[in-house]
């Protein structure tokens, strides 16, 4: 067939409109998709916590035991998730380099925008790294020779190197919102990035910053943004429009194809209820003590975040797993007790190796979407104002305003239709965070700065050393580049 071309725009004059930048730039950001909707994106970052976890179900999910040191933080310098966010993230700061030097050699046309928006999106690739990894190399250039080993920088250099960026393009960066910035970096982006160093300076650098992350925190509260209504309009499908979103990707299972959460959470036998066109893996489920969180006010909306308890068709029959474990008397413990009926159950009977097939409530905070394949539509916050204002909480509570602190919480409670709380304590505000953010990458972060990320918990020993609190350099890395240095305890 002939194809009827109504208007075209090729290479040599794409560029000589400001305006089309934006389509030279795209790269930059997709590389986030692999980042966020992976399993081990936002949701699997979560499984090295006290919120979800990956047992092994037999022959299933053991995956040369990986997610089992993940879980008790016994991680190796081979692991393959380790490397993939390392290059996932290099990948990111090299495009964006790349980039910024070719917008620097066009004439004629104002490049300065993209440049300031390149750089703010770098700097959100160097705050993933020095909040994992800690200490890594700096490269702010593309234009280095083909043999560049970059060295190691420690936590404190990559931390300045971060402030210095976003101090310098801020004053530059749009303050527009709303569909035409989503899921790009803008002003207020960049001051939630800020907000984010500096409320974790003390893990970072040994010094806190409580007044500097406050003032980040409140040049966002001037954004307009609020929270919506609906708690759940911030997972669904095209939730764009969310007055609650300051950075986040809008995910398409054909378009923009990367998020596996519903594949990853559900139970095998589930695929046929939601008409999924793909198997379901039964990986990722809520932790029993997670679970329990919400014990206190079963009203709270976020309790549908996870799935749980006997599971139906649309018409009312029950969802069944034919192959549930039987008895055997062998292995009299190894049995299910609810046979072939599927309960989703809280307790979860074990890390390894034989956790039932049925164990573990799921996770259910991104709406399955009926009909979805090995990728779903479901848009995905990295950014919420949810998340600030209980960050506003934790400064007031850490600088002394317990009162003002319960203001913000509860403000955080009431959209959930729970009982406004009449006290905060960092204990109850670290549980208030779990309601309001699990599975979405915050967790190992808030532990960390809470203090709590070493502490014994189910299948997981106590660890009195503090090194994990940052991963490892990659094996594979170090091998190609002498002047890497391993961090320390690894």
Same mark, same amino acid.
């Given at each position: 067939?002939?194809?009827?071309?109504?208007?075209?725009?090729?290479? &040599?004059? !794409?560029?000589?409109?400001?305006?089309? !930048?934006?389509?030279?730039?795209?790269?930059?950001?997709?590389?986030?998709?692999?980042?966020?909707?992976?399993?081990?994106?936002?949701?699997?970052?979560?499984?090295?916590?006290?919120?979800?976890?990956?047992?092994? $179900?037999?022959?299933?999910?053991?995956?040369?035991?990986?997610?089992? $040191?993940?879980?008790?933080?016994?991680?190796?310098?081979?692991? /393959?998730?380790?490397? $993939?966010?390392?290059?996932?993230?290099?990948?990111?700061?090299?495009?964006?380099?790349?980039?910024?030097?070719?917008?620097?050699?066009?004439? /004629?046309? &104002?490049? =300065?925008?993209?440049?300031?928006?390149?750089?703010?999106?770098?700097?959100?690739?160097?705050?993933?790294?020095?909040?994992?990894?800690?200490?890594?190399?700096?490269?702010?250039?593309?234009?280095?020779?083909?043999?560049?080993?970059?060295?190691?920088?420690?936590?404190?250099?990559?931390?300045?190197?971060?402030?210095?960026?976003?101090?310098?393009?801020?004053?530059?960066?749009?303050?527009?919102?709303?569909?035409?910035?989503?899921?790009?970096?803008?002003?207020?982006?960049?001051?939630?990035?800020?907000?984010?160093?500096?409320?974790?300076?003390?893990? @970072?650098?040994?010094?806190?910053?409580?007044?500097?992350?406050?003032?980040?925190?409140?040049?966002?509260?001037?954004?307009?943004?609020?929270?919506?209504?609906?708690?759940?309009?911030?997972? $669904?499908?095209?939730?764009?429009?969310?007055?609650?979103?300051?950075?986040?990707?809008?995910?398409?299972?054909?378009?923009?194809?990367?998020?596996?959460?519903?594949?990853?959470?559900?139970? @095998?036998?589930?695929?046929?209820?939601?008409?999924?066109?793909?198997?379901?893996?039964?990986?990722?489920?809520?932790?029993?003590?997670?679970?329990?969180?919400?014990?206190?006010?079963?009203?709270?909306?976020?309790?549908?975040?996870?799935?749980?308890?006997?599971?139906?068709?649309?018409?009312?029959?029950?969802?069944?797993?034919?192959?549930?474990?039987?008895?055997?008397? =062998?292995?009299?413990? @190894?049995?299910?007790?609810?046979?072939?009926?599927?309960?989703?159950?809280?307790?979860?009977?074990?890390?390894?190796?034989?956790?039932?097939?049925? =164990?573990?409530?799921?996770?259910?905070?991104?709406?399955?979407?009926?009909?979805?394949?090995? @990728?779903?539509?479901? &848009?995905?916050?990295?950014?919420?104002?949810?998340?600030?204002?209980?960050?506003?909480?934790? !400064?007031?509570?850490?600088?002394?305003?317990?009162?003002?602190?319960?203001?913000?919480?509860?403000?955080?409670?009431?959209?959930?239709?729970?009982?406004?709380?009449?006290?905060?304590?960092?204990?109850?505000?670290?549980?208030?965070? =779990?309601?309001?953010?699990?599975?979405?990458?915050?967790?190992?972060?808030?532990?960390?700065?809470?203090?709590?990320?070493?502490?014994?918990?189910?299948?997981?020993?106590?660890?009195?050393?503090?090194?994990?609190?940052?991963? !490892?350099?990659?094996?594979?890395?170090?091998?190609?580049?002498?002047?890497?240095?391993?961090?320390?305890?690894?």
């Amino acid at each position: 067939m002939d194809e009827r071309v109504y208007s075209d725009l090729n290479g &040599d004059i !794409l560029f000589d409109d400001s305006e089309n !930048l934006i389509y030279g730039f795209g790269v930059a950001y997709t590389n986030l998709y692999q980042l966020v909707g992976h399993k081990y994106g936002v949701v699997g970052m979560d499984a090295g916590t006290d919120l979800l976890v990956v047992p092994q $179900r037999g022959g299933d999910w053991y995956d040369g035991g990986e997610w089992i $040191r993940y879980h008790r933080q016994q991680w190796t310098p081979t692991e /393959g998730y380790v490397a $993939r966010a390392w290059n996932i993230l290099y990948f990111g700061i090299n495009t964006c380099n790349r980039l910024i030097l070719t917008f620097e050699a066009l004439e /004629g046309v &104002d490049t =300065a925008p993209a440049i300031v928006e390149l750089k703010g999106l770098s700097v959100f690739y160097y705050w993933w790294l020095v909040d994992i990894y800690g200490n890594v190399p700096i490269v702010d250039s593309f234009d280095v020779p083909a043999d560049f080993k970059p060295e190691t920088k420690s936590r404190q250099e990559v931390y300045d190197f971060i402030e210095k960026e976003l101090l310098a393009v801020m004053p530059y960066l749009s303050k527009s919102t709303g569909l035409d910035y989503f899921g790009r970096v803008n002003y207020y982006v960049a001051q939630t990035m800020l907000a984010n160093l500096y409320i974790n300076a003390e893990v @970072y650098t040994g010094t806190p910053q409580w007044d500097k992350a406050m003032a980040a925190v409140d040049s966002v509260m001037t954004g307009g943004y609020s929270l919506s209504s609906d708690f759940f309009s911030n997972f $669904r499908e095209n939730a764009t429009t969310s007055p609650e979103y300051i950075f986040g990707l809008h995910f398409d299972k054909v378009d923009a194809a990367a998020f596996e959460v519903h594949l990853f959470t559900l139970q @095998y036998n589930l695929a046929a209820k939601y008409q999924f066109e793909d198997a379901t893996w039964n990986g990722i489920c809520a932790q029993e003590s997670f679970f329990h969180l919400f014990d206190t006010d079963t009203n709270d909306v976020r309790r549908n975040s996870v799935l749980f308890g006997f599971q139906h068709f649309d018409d009312g029959t029950r969802v069944e797993d034919p192959s549930f474990e039987k008895f055997n008397p =062998a292995d009299p413990t @190894y049995r299910d007790p609810d046979g072939a009926p599927l309960n989703l159950t809280p307790k979860i009977n074990m890390l390894e190796s034989k956790c039932l097939r049925q =164990a573990g409530a799921r996770v259910a905070k991104y709406p399955f979407i009926v009909g979805s394949d090995r @990728y779903t539509s479901n &848009d995905v916050p990295i950014f919420r104002y949810a998340d600030i204002l209980l960050m506003k909480a934790e !400064l007031l509570l850490r600088t002394g305003d317990a009162g003002g602190a319960l203001e913000y919480v509860n403000q955080v409670r009431t959209r959930a239709g729970v009982i406004p709380a009449t006290e905060v304590t960092m204990e109850s505000l670290l549980d208030e965070r =779990a309601r309001e953010l699990f599975a979405e990458g915050y967790r190992r972060t808030d532990m960390i700065r809470f203090g709590t990320y070493g502490n014994i918990r189910w299948e997981k020993p106590e660890q009195s050393a503090t090194y994990t609190t940052i991963w !490892l350099i990659p094996q594979a890395q170090i091998d190609v580049n002498p002047n890497l240095v391993q961090n320390t305890g690894y």
